[in-house]
């Protein structure tokens, strides 16, 4: 099956520092995938659709300069937290989107723990 | 705007059979689908079901659709310890990113 892999699956940083995680699809290509923002016992937030080769596309809310979205291959989109303070602490959950399967099924990476001291 | 709502806990016996409950808003969505996650880890796609299907059975698994009331359900048959987890239900965003849209998460909780 289709195997999406995040690095790193979890982070402690200090305030102020960037943090860079990365979404891999490693048995296919990607040309999209789906950043994912998770609050303790919440649902999912969509943040931003990564289409390889061009720009992402955020959701209303999403700060596209707080939060870099490079998809620079077929296998590969990266979110880089910049600045990060506390509540920027949360779980990021990337997911890649297949051209098969039912309605081009998404298959989720298992999550990345950012923690901001 | 399209919204997903699910009742956020359940309990039941090891045994026993569990409902969870979905409702949604978006009546074009093609797919709606259930999701497992379990602690600190990402989700899995547990099932789904096509919009023009009532139900649909994948062994201990069965999903009901009710489109007129825009209603979901996720039956889990002799519900083991081991399906303790969060289930999310899913809709489609209406245009076609394939964006999806979750409920809020309802944590099953199976008691030996």
């Known amino acids: 099956g289709a195997v999406v892999s995040q690095h790193p699956s979890w982070v402690i940083c200090k305030s102020g520092t960037s943090v860079k995680i990365e979404c891999r699809s490693l048995d296919f290509q990607a040309t999209t995938m789906f950043w994912y923002r998770q609050f303790p016992k919440q649902s999912l937030m969509l943040m931003a659709t990564?289409?390889?080769?061009?720009?992402?596309?955020?959701e209303q809310g999403v700060e596209k300069d707080k939060f870099l979205i490079n998809h620079a291959s077929l296998t590969l989109s990266t979110l880089t937290v910049t600045s990060a303070h506390p509540e920027d602490s949360s779980f990021y959950i990337c997911?890649?989107?297949?051209?098969?399967?039912?309605?081009?099924?998404?298959?989720f990476g298992p999550g990345t723990r950012l923690t901001v001291l | 705007g399209e919204d997903v709502e699910q009742s956020l806990f359940l309990s039941v016996r090891e045994g026993d059979s569990s409902v969870i409950n979905c409702t949604y808003t978006d009546s074009s969505s093609t797919y709606l689908y259930w999701y497992k996650q379990e602690p600190g880890a990402g989700l899995q796609l547990l099932t789904y079901i096509f919009s023009n299907m009532d139900m649909k059975q994948d062994q201990r698994l069965t999903v009901l659709l009710n489109k007129k009331d825009k209603h979901l359900s996720l039956r889990i048959a002799d519900t083991q310890t081991g399906d303790s987890a969060i289930y999310f239900c899913?809709?489609?965003?209406?245009?076609?990113?394939?964006?999806?849209?979750f409920g809020q998460g309802t944590t099953l909780q199976v008691k030996p």
């Open positions: 990564s289409n390889e080769g061009s720009k992402a596309t955020y």
């Open positions: 899913a809709e489609t965003a209406p245009s076609n990113t394939g964006k999806l849209i």
């Open positions: 997911s890649a989107r297949t051209s098969w399967g039912i309605d081009n099924e998404q298959f």
